[in-house]
Nanobody, 115 residues
Framework: QVQLAESGGGLVQVGGSLRLSCAAS????????MGWYRQAPGKQRELVAR???????NYADSVKGRFTISRDNAKKTVYLQMNSLKPEDTAVYYC?????????WGQGTQVTVSS
């Protein structure tokens, strides 16, 4: 069973940047898509960004122009570059892998944006 491990979260000031990484324990080539979701306290988990096997990407409207998702198949890693961070970006960020018949999730990494 492939496992996902996120890293790169932390505390950052408004306007700052962070890069999250999601390392898979196995190949990600066969995945339909990989993505980042987030969940703030008291809110539902929401999609932040996703990258499909074809390389197509999509983003939540709230992060368009600020966040960039990318993948390195050789390193079995997906990244989320987050720029111009806002307090409302504060959440636990989860890595997701869509394997068509099932979803895999990482354990999450906390991102806190302080004003």
């Amino acid at each position: 069973q492939v496992q996902l491990a996120e890293s790169g979260g932390g505390l950052v000031q408004v306007g700052g940047s962070l890069r999250l990484s999601c390392a898979a324990s196995g190949s990600i080539l066969s995945f339909n898509a990989m993505g980042w979701y987030r969940q703030a306290p008291g809110k539902q988990r929401e999609l932040v960004a996703r990258i499909f096997r074809s390389g197509t990407t999509n983003y939540a409207d709230s992060v368009k122009g600020r966040f960039t998702i990318s993948r390195d198949n050789a390193k079995k890693t997906v990244y989320l570059q987050m720029n111009s961070l806002k307090p409302e970006d504060t959440a636990v960020y989860y890595c997701n892998a869509d394997r068509f018949v099932e979803d895999l999730w990482g354990q999450g990494t906390q991102v806190t944006v302080s004003s």
